[in-house]
């Protein structure tokens, strides 16, 4: 398998154009007016930003919806009659950095 991926690598990396990586773009860009919704797969679940733009510099609104947020809603079903003792244990399970939830 890893001597099939290295020839993959090998062919895709054959098939990228020449020139430039970088873009030249000013130092500063406005996004267009409006608002979005962004999410990638995290290490540790969904990761979103909510943007809204007002066609200035700096965003109008921005929201991040950390993973650990997202994990943490689901403590409430997990710990339904276990033990105090074990509540420790299911919290460790789920990974949370108490960082992103101390809203």
Same mark, same amino acid.
């Given at each position: 398998?890893?001597?099939?991926?290295?020839?993959?690598?090998?062919?895709?990396?054959?098939?990228?154009?020449?020139?430039?990586?970088?873009?030249? %773009?000013?130092?500063?860009?406005?996004?267009?007016?409006?608002?979005?919704?962004?999410?990638?797969?995290?290490?540790?679940?969904?990761?979103?930003?909510?943007?809204?733009?007002?066609?200035?510099?700096?965003?109008?609104?921005?929201?991040?919806?950390?993973?650990? +947020?997202?994990? +943490?809603?689901?403590?409430?079903?997990?710990?339904?009659?276990?033990?105090?003792?074990? %509540?420790?244990?299911?919290?460790?399970?789920?990974?949370?950095?108490?960082?992103?939830?101390?809203?």
């Amino acid at each position: 398998e890893m001597t099939q991926s290295l020839r993959i690598i090998e062919q895709a990396m054959k098939q990228i154009p020449g020139g430039p990586v970088k873009a030249d %773009l000013p130092h500063l860009v406005r996004p267009p007016a409006g608002e979005v919704y962004a999410h990638i797969e995290a290490p540790k679940g969904e990761l979103g930003y909510y943007i809204v733009s007002d066609n200035s510099i700096a965003p109008y609104r921005c929201h991040v919806r950390p993973t650990s +947020l997202i994990n +943490l809603a689901a403590l409430r079903q997990m710990v339904k009659g276990w033990k105090v003792a074990d %509540l420790i244990i299911i919290f460790g399970s789920i990974d949370i950095t108490m960082g992103e939830v101390d809203r």
